[in-house]
């Protein structure tokens, strides 16, 4: 434990340093943004108020309603036009989150996910950069001590919850944060480090040789989609991939089962198309998984269903059985000591949930991999005086704001320090490491990317 103290007190330190040297911040973009998005929303707003969901709820609340009343919208939604809820709230009540209401194809529905989203992009990221900026910059806090599973966190504003999977989010969020005049943003991002440090612990051969040497996003995709073949590299076929990734594999490893994995990968299916042009949904009623109505939505799915339950049948107990049989030790060794202890000397004890006991050491040391290469980077920075200096992170990925002169040098400094060092520092490293570097144009947002 003495080492898992001198980690978080050396990082502490390194994340101090990050925290005052922070970010530029272009003000006068972010008022921009917000007056479009503004914009935005009213056009929605206004539409929604012409559609027949509109009709229905003024009609029911009458001087009453409340476009942001999710319970309204419940009433309106579950017993007014009776639809099934395709999820439910910890009450039994039929939900209205963003997850069950983009299950649901009623015309007016889209237009009040895509007013939440924009509001959202307005309000919880744009006034936030507004609020803390001074004088155009901002200092982001970066905590180690708020998290169960010792990752770090963020506020003043989440630095860490900047949107990255929506990339239009992204982009507008990220629009907004400049490096120093002259300057340029370095990103470096563990590539899979998480299923890297599963590795680790579970030591499973198989597992090991997939995320070294496979593909199991692409080998999952074709088992769940049925596929003869895949391209990664075609427009179509690689959301296909992604849906073997997002839809499935990350959610089987972070404790989901196959009915809400199906569900997702159907969704997947929607955007994703074969090189002939088939797409996703009319590929999988071919293969007789689904039956679609004459407008292609989807009108039986209970075959791919059951196709998904016997895909993480053999996931679990063929494919990666020896991950299988960690977890079920691991939760074992829990129910006895009523802890759960971290290959980086981090104990994580009292009342959790079995995902929470199975996930929590490889989240923890996956962050912690990110943490000391952090402070080491930022030690190496001290003793060589670069003018360029570490100014953020993201659990699995670190910035610096970069002096051109000194890019090169800096590039391979990380990839040493990520790829080298760290596995020396940390033994129980056994498989290879790779990062990620992106490295954004001098003067530019961190929205903007140059090839390298």
Request: charged share 30%; glycine share 6%.
């Amino acid at each position: 434990m003495k080492k898992a103290y001198r980690l978080f007190h050396d990082g502490a330190l390194a994340l101090m340093r990050a925290e005052w040297a922070g970010m530029r911040v272009d003000v006068e973009y972010c008022k921009r943004k917000k007056r479009l998005l503004s914009k935005k929303v009213n056009f929605y707003q206004h539409k929604l108020e012409k559609s027949k969901l509109a009709q229905l709820w003024k009609k029911r609340f009458r001087g009453k309603v409340n476009w942001n009343s999710n319970q309204q919208l419940s009433h309106i939604l579950y017993h007014i036009m009776k639809i099934t809820p395709p999820k439910l709230t910890a009450t039994g009540a039929g939900a209205t989150d963003n997850e069950a209401l983009e299950k649901i194809s009623v015309p007016g529905v889209d237009l009040i996910l895509q007013i939440r989203r924009l509001k959202k992009i307005r309000d919880t990221y744009l006034e936030a950069f507004l609020r803390e900026q001074v004088g155009g910059w901002m200092h982001p806090h970066f905590d180690l001590h708020t998290v169960r599973s010792y990752r770090s966190s963020s506020s003043s504003p989440n630095f860490q919850n900047i949107p990255k999977r929506d990339k239009e989010a992204m982009r507008v969020c990220r629009g907004a944060i400049y490096p120093r005049l002259g300057h340029l943003i370095l990103s470096a991002d563990f590539s899979g480090i998480e299923v890297m440090v599963a590795c680790c612990y579970t030591k499973d051969e198989r597992l090991i040789y997939d995320a070294v040497h496979g593909d199991m996003h692409r080998d999952m995709a074709m088992e769940l989609y049925m596929l003869d073949s895949l391209d990664k590299h075609h427009p179509g076929e690689r959301n296909f991939r992604q849906g073997g990734k997002n839809g499935f594999v990350f959610p089987q490893f972070y404790g989901d089962y196959y009915m809400n994995c199906a569900q997702g990968l159907l969704e997947w299916a929607k955007v994703a198309y074969r090189k002939d042009g088939t797409p996703g949904l009319v590929h999988l009623q071919d293969k007789g998984l689904v039956k679609l109505d004459k407008k292609g939505e989807i009108k039986n799915c209970d075959k791919f269903i059951e196709h998904v339950r016997i895909v993480e049948d053999q996931f679990w107990n063929v494919r990666y059985k020896g991950y299988t049989e960690w977890k079920e030790r691991t939760w074992k060794e829990y129910q006895k000591r009523g802890y759960v202890e971290m290959f980086t000397g981090f104990r994580c004890g009292g009342v959790m949930r079995r995902n929470e006991v199975l996930n929590i050491p490889i989240q923890g040391s996956a962050f912690h991999c990110l943490l000391w290469s952090f402070i080491e980077i930022d030690r190496i920075s001290e003793e060589e005086g670069w003018d360029s200096r570490l100014f953020g992170e993201i659990h699995d990925e670190m910035l610096i704001d970069t002096h051109p002169e000194e890019l090169e040098h800096i590039k391979k400094t990380v990839e040493r320090v990520t790829t080298v060092e760290l596995p020396k520092a940390f033994s129980w490293i056994i498989v290879p490491l790779k990062v990620e570097i992106e490295v954004h144009p001098i003067d530019g947002c961190w929205a903007k990317k140059e090839s390298h």
